[in-house]
């Protein structure tokens, strides 16, 4: 198998995590790539027509894409348990899934459009979602949270590091002392550790 990758990605994190956590780097061939919605890369558009990171070729069948469906697709391969918490555990992947697509489009608005064009109140658009979903984890999901690693601690994580990593002035841990308590403890695993942006 191969994966198109980008260290910076969020969604590849994810992806990431779980092929740590799973055991199963050895099973997949990482094939760097850098694009844009401006300026796609042409192997990654041969595989998935969307042209997005991250893409799973396999040797047996069609071209995966979408995180979600990826880390559902190696957890079934390695019997990992990762979605042992059913809908609640798939609703925890989307809310972490919602707090990266927020931090994308800010990172895209800030690093793609020209200054001139950007939009501040847009800006401020996506940072309220990443602070209502965090407000809404704190209130919610801490119990998913805690116990054997599951995706929804995987997807929170990634999140929450790509937030800091490229929006550290968010603001996502005020009011939310029990899910920062909680990132601070989970940023120490060695698959978090080995998968910070540069280190793949």
Known sequence: ??????S???FVRKVMLVLH??????AVELVQVATTVTSPD?????????????????DD??????SRVICAVLDDRAGGGLYAGGWDMKVLEAT???IMDAGVSMSYEKRLRPQEKQWDDWLEGQRRKILGACAAVEARWMPVLSGSVNIGQLAMAAALAYVD???????????????????????SRPSMEATRPGAA
């Not at 956590?21 to 050895?26: I, K, N, P, R, Y």
């Not at 042409?42 to 595989?47: E, G, Y």
């Not at 998935?48 to 799973?56: C, E, S, T």
């Open 1 to 6: 198998m191969k994966l198109f990758y980008s």
């Open 8 to 10: 910076s990605s969020p």
């Open 21 to 26: 956590e799973t055991d199963q780097l050895g």
């Open 42 to 58: 042409a192997a990654l558009t041969a595989s998935n027509p969307l042209g997005k990171i991250p893409a799973l070729a396999r």
């Open 61 to 66: 069948g069609v071209t995966l894409y979408d």
């Open 96 to 98: 972490a899934d919602g």
């Open 165 to 187: 990593f490229r929006h550290p002035d968010a603001g996502w841990r005020e009011g939310n002392p029990q899910l920062a308590a909680w990132f601070v403890d989970f940023e």
